[in-house]
C-alpha cells in the first residue's frame, strides 16, 4: 500500500484543470481539494500552476491587482495560488512549480540567441509548446500524481499556447494517465433555476482546441440538482457520474470535505486506473477532516491594518490567524483596518480588536495609519504582530515616540530622513532592476534564550521566508535598545525580531511567517500572537528566566 511516498511502479499521472465562464471561480482551490484527497488516500501529489501572463514572475506585480505575492522557500515569487497547494498538500514547492508565459519564452529566445535551435525558425509550436510540457514534466518527476491548473479562462487569447501543449502532452501519455478537469459557473435565472448554457459553451470552446473534459465540477451557491447534471453531462459528452457539484462553503478548508461527499476523489482514481492502489478508507489520513471541524471555545477579534482593501492582498496573513486558531480552538475574526483612513473612522476600530497585526507592503501610502496603530498597541497593551513592513514601522514607531526622534524613518519611504532607522540592504547598492533581486527565500534566525520570541518558538533558531530591500540600520541598533525595544532575532548583524519586553505581547518580525504556515502546523509567531491575546502569554513574565515549552 502507498504511504504518502513516490511508487516508481505505478507511473505518473496527471490532472489537467482549466476553468471557464469566468476567473476567480476558485479552480485552484477545487484542484487543491482534489489533490488532499488523493494525498489522504495514500499518494504523493505535487502541483504546478500555470499562470499565462507575460511576466516573468509575480514578484512586480500590484497586490490589489492580483491578490498577495507569495514567496516559495527558493526565493522564488509566485501567484497565491501555490500558497494553497502548500497549505492543503502540506508540501513545500520550488519555482519549478510556476510556469508563465515570460519564463517560458525568455528561456526559449534566449536558446534561440545562443543558437540552440540550429537556425530553424522558432515558433509557439513546436519550440515553445516543447519547452512548457517539459517543464511540466521535470516538476512532476518524482511524484505519483501531478495537478496542473490553467491560470485564466479557457478562450483568453494568452491561454492558447498551453492549451495546445496540453492537448499534444495527452497525446503522448498512456491511456489511464492524463485526466482533465473542467470547472465552469453554474448561474441561477430570476426564478431560481440553475442554468447549464455558460457551461455547455465554455466545454464547447475547450472542445474547440481539441480537448475533451473527462469531469466536470459547476460552481454554485449549493449543490447541483439532478437533472442539471444530467443536462451538462448530455450536452457535454461525458457520463453522469463525472459531473460534480462544488457549492459555496463557509470556509475554504471545507472544500474538500464537500468534492469528498460527491465522490470527485473515487471518480478520479478510477480514471487514472489508481483506485487499487489506494489505501482503504478505513486507513485513510483523517486528520484534515479532524482539525478543520474540530469545535471552537470562543472568538477572537483581530484588526489587520493595511493599504489593500482586498482580502486576496493578505491572504497568507488571513490563513494563518485561522490556523492559530485551530489550534488554540478559537474562532478569529478579522476587522479589516484601512492605514490610509485611520484620522477617519478606522481608528476607531482598533477599539474593538483584541490584537493588531500590521502586515508588510511597500510604499509610504498608509505608513502613518500604521505606525499609528502600532503606537496604540504599544501604549494600551494590546498584543501586537508586525510583519515585515510592520516590523520596520515598529522600529520608526519607537524611535520617533520613545527615542524623540521625531524625523526617523525608513529611507525606503522617506530618502531623506535625518535619522534612517532603516536602510537598504548593503547588497542592494549597486541592484538597477526590480524583479527577484531583494533579499528572498528561507534564512535562517539566531533567537535569544530567554526571550519571548524563544516562548513562541520553543527554539534558539527557526528559518522562514524573507522578502526585503531593506533592514533596521546596524549602525543604530545600540540607541534603538536604550529603553525597552530588545532584538531577540539576528542573522549575523542583520535583524530579524523585535519585542517589547515590558508588553505583554509585542512581536515584529522581519520575515513573512505566514507563508510557512498550514492547517496542520501552524506559525508559531501566529500561535503565540493569539496565545497573548487569550492571555495564556506574557513576555513579562519571561525576563530573565529559561524558557520552556
Known sequence: MPTDEYDPEMGRKFIFVTGGVMSGLGKGITAASTGRLLKNAGFDVTAVKIDPYLNVDAGTMNPYEHGEVYVLKDGAEVDLDLGNYERFLGIDMTADHNITTGKTYQHVIQKERAGDYLGKTVQI?????????RRIREAAEGTDVCIVEVGGTVGDIESMPFLEAL???????????????????????KNGEQKTKPTQHSVKELRSIGLQPDILVGRADDKLEPETKHKIAQFCDVPDAAVFSNPDVPDIYHVPLMVEEEGLDEYVMERLEIADEALPKAERDSRWRELVTAERTGSIDIALVGKYALEDAYMSIHEALKHAGIECGVDVNILWVDADEMDDTHENRLKDADGIVVPGGFGSRGTDGKIDAI?????NDVPFLGLCLGFQMAVVEQARNVLGHEDAHSAELDPDTPYPVIDLLPEQYEVDEMGGTMRLGAHETDITAGSLAEAV???????????????VNPELIDELESEDLRFSGRAENRMEILELTDHPFFLGTQFHPEFRSRPDRASPPFVGFLRGVLGELDARELDNEEVTV
Open 125 to 133: 509550436i513546436p519550440h515553445v509548446t516543447e519547452d512548457i510540457k
Open 457 to 471: 518558538y520553543g527554539d534558539t533558531s527557526c528559518t522562514e521566508r524573507h522578502r526585503h530591500r531593506y533592514e
Open 375 to 379: 503606537r496604540y498597541a504599544r501604549e
Open 167 to 189: 492537448r499534444q502532452f495527452a497525446s503522448e501519455e498512456e491511456d489511464g494517465d492524463v485526466l482533465f478537469t473542467h470547472v465552469t459557473l453554474v448561474p441561477y435565472s
